[in-house]
């Protein structure tokens, strides 16, 4: 039950029970009300005058009410009696809350009021008027809702002040960071300007040490190729056993290092698989493509010659014991895992390597040379950290502008609630609310966070559009829609997440009580309702 509805039952039954004494202390002048008739409706009811029924459809005399016969249609000449169906009843309760029934009640065996009048018609089955005994402790729960009610209120004005505050300073500081920006704008520019220049400069230099660098580059290639070559010429050599000039699938199949599907023989494909499917090749088309496919056996053969060197000497003997040699060699390799970290500690150390020998290949500037690419370097460091600055500013400039874009209430009294998180754990999850940013839920067994929704609005009813929050666009549902939260926001002595349950498939429901929801004592919304009831 809400505040403003125990505010309204303590000042109705106050009002009551007031009038009571009023009414039980006056001898001379008594108020005319009937059986079954509420205060506000007691004028309606004037014994001196004929009866107009409440929709208008009849004027009876008034003898004819509550005479245990139902003359209007909507049941208003019959409210202390059960004559009429769609008729209800009035129970004053002095001292609980009064209280409607509907008419088929009245008469009926059970003590529906506390103050018995609805079996009035009744002596067997005498009720007894209990309701200042049933009504002490809504009076005491609302006596204490009053008291934190009051306690809620200070601390709103509080928080009221400390937001209002937050957005004088959100604005001071944008301000600011919008004049920074143009200053940061101007800094930018000028160290561009710089930079270009500079770049300018140092490319014009460095066009000499290019085309020497180039020269060197295009002589090492070659130097390589050649060398690459003389390395082709000296295993086809090896690989012409009968040194006719040609190197054919025959002689490929001597040699145990070219066994592709390691069944323990070359066969005839494999071997021709090296030639380009032909017979055999010379020397220049060795050079040119065979080379390329066989080099990798023979450094895998001449590595693993090289580390398990045959006992005696016969290297055709050994060959099975260094084949199963690399089998367990293979067998104790590391996880994929480790060899993957393996793969990038030697990534890097290439990278390293290159790195080194292209150190190693630059040409070293003149003193004037390497003055301007300095002051290149220095001018693109000082451009980028103009730009990392402005970048900076107009990241702050957009997240002060969204702030205040944001609703913290008609006093800001929600403003310090932002950047806050709160939670609530059951049996298998824990909630967390972070009011105008996210609601999420995380399983107890892990650290993953599921997404209840985003800040979308405030979702009050017009009375109190602050009376509830809507987070919406969550986390998908498996074969469903996006989880969503609606956060409804109670008044209380201090910020707390109270409940957590899901009333619908993906659709949550949050209470949160907090300071900032306790607004003015006896505002006008609670009058009136009050002065309606009355």
């Given at each position: 039950?809400?505040?403003?509805?125990?505010?309204?039952?303590?000042?109705?039954?106050?009002?009551?029970?007031?009038?009571?004494?009023?009414?039980?202390?006056?001898?001379?002048?008594?108020?005319?009300?009937?059986?079954?008739?509420?205060?506000?409706?007691?004028?309606?009811?004037?014994?001196?005058?004929?009866?107009?029924?409440?929709?208008?459809?009849?004027?009876?005399?008034?003898?004819?009410v509550n005479d245990d016969y139902c003359d209007c249609s909507d049941g208003s000449d019959e409210p202390g009696t059960s004559a009429c169906p769609m008729g209800s009843f009035y129970c004053t309760n002095a001292g609980h809350k009064p209280q409607i029934l509907p008419s088929h009640r009245v008469n009926d065996g059970v003590c529906d009021c506390c103050d018995g009048t609805d079996e009035y018609a009744n002596e067997n089955d005498k009720c007894i008027n209990n309701c200042l005994e049933v009504g002490k402790a809504a009076r005491e729960e609302a006596a204490r809702l009053i008291e934190m009610y009051k306690v809620g209120k200070q601390l709103r004005a509080q928080l009221s002040q400390e937001g209002q505050?937050?957005?004088?300073?959100?604005?001071?500081?944008?301000?600011?960071?919008?004049?920074?920006?143009?200053?940061?704008?101007?800094?930018?520019a000028e160290k561009e300007d710089i930079k270009n220049k500079a770049v300018e400069a140092e490319n014009k230099a460095l066009e000499y040490y290019?085309?020497?660098?180039?020269?060197?580059?295009?002589?090492?290639?070659?130097?390589?190729?050649?060398?690459?070559?003389?390395?082709?010429?000296?295993?086809?050599?090896?690989?012409?056993?009968?040194?006719?000039?040609?190197?054919?699938?025959?002689?490929?199949?001597?040699?145990?290092?070219?066994?592709?599907?390691?069944?323990?023989?070359?066969?005839?494909?494999?071997a021709k698989l090296f030639l380009g499917n032909q017979d055999s090749v010379d020397l220049n088309?060795?050079?040119?493509?065979?080379?390329?496919?066989?080099?990798?056996?023979?450094?895998?053969?001449?590595?693993?010659?090289?580390?398990?060197?045959?006992?005696?000497?016969?290297?055709?003997?050994?060959?099975?014991?260094?084949?199963?040699?690399?089998?367990?060699?293979?067998?104790?390799?590391?996880?994929?895992?480790?060899?993957e970290d393996d793969e990038e500690e030697e990534e890097d150390e290439n990278e390293g390597r290159e790195q080194q020998e292209e150190e190693q290949e630059h040409i070293?500037?003149?003193?004037?040379?390497?003055?301007?690419?300095?002051?290149?370097?220095?001018?693109?460091?000082?451009y980028s950290q103009s730009e990392n600055s402005l970048r900076d500013i107009n990241d702050q400039i957009r997240q002060i502008e969204e702030s205040l874009k944001k609703d913290f209430g008609s006093d800001e009294e929600f403003a310090s609630l932002?950047?806050?998180?709160?939670?609530?754990?059951?049996?298998?999850?824990?909630?967390?609310?972070?009011?105008?940013?996210?609601?999420?839920?995380?399983p107890k067994s892990s650290s993953m966070e599921t997404s209840l929704g985003r800040w979308s609005k405030w979702d009050g009813p017009a009375n109190n559009i602050?009376?509830?929050?809507?987070?919406d666009q969550g986390q998908n549902c498996w074969n469903g829609p996006n989880r969503s939260t609606k956060v409804k926001i109670n008044c209380g002595?201090?910020?707390?997440?109270?409940?957590?349950?899901?009333?619908?498939?993906?659709?949550?429901?949050?209470?949160?009580?907090?300071?900032?929801?306790?607004?003015?004592?006896?505002?006008?919304?609670?009058?009136?309702?009050?002065?309606?009831?009355l």
């Open positions: 039950m809400s505040f403003q509805k125990f505010l309204r039952i303590f000042r109705l039954n106050l009002f009551i029970f007031l009038v009571t004494l009023i009414e039980l202390g006056r001898s001379s002048v008594q108020i005319p009300r009937l059986r079954g008739v509420s205060f506000a409706r007691a004028p309606l009811y004037d014994a001196e005058k004929d009866f107009t029924c409440f929709d208008g459809s009849k004027t009876i005399p008034f003898k004819q505050q937050m957005r004088n300073q959100k604005e001071q500081k944008l301000n600011e960071l919008i004049k920074n920006k143009e200053e940061a704008e101007r800094i930018k290019r085309e020497l660098e180039e020269q060197y580059k295009r002589k090492k290639a070659e130097q390589e190729i050649e060398k690459l070559r003389e390395e082709a010429v000296e295993n086809f050599k090896k690989l012409d056993i009968n040194q006719d000039g040609l190197l054919d699938y025959i002689e490929i199949q001597s040699r145990q290092a070219f066994d592709r599907d390691r069944n323990g023989e070359v066969s005839e494909e494999e088309t060795f050079v040119e493509t065979t080379w390329k496919l066989l080099k990798p056996f023979v450094i895998q053969e001449a590595t693993r010659l090289y580390n398990k060197p045959p006992q005696d000497g016969n290297q055709e003997e050994n060959e099975p014991e260094v084949q199963q040699d690399l089998e367990q060699e293979q067998a104790q390799q590391p996880p994929e895992d480790e060899e070293p500037y003149d003193e004037e040379t390497q003055k301007l690419v300095d002051l290149a370097n220095e001018a693109r460091n000082e932002e950047g806050q998180c709160f939670e609530f754990t059951d049996h298998e999850y824990v909630y967390r609310f972070c009011p105008f940013d996210k609601t999420v839920q995380i602050y009376g509830s929050m809507m987070y002595s201090e910020n707390k997440l109270l409940s957590v349950s899901e009333p619908n498939r993906c659709e949550y429901a949050f209470e949160f009580e907090t300071p900032a929801a306790c607004k003015g004592f006896g505002d006008q919304q609670g009058e009136k309702e009050v002065h309606d009831e």
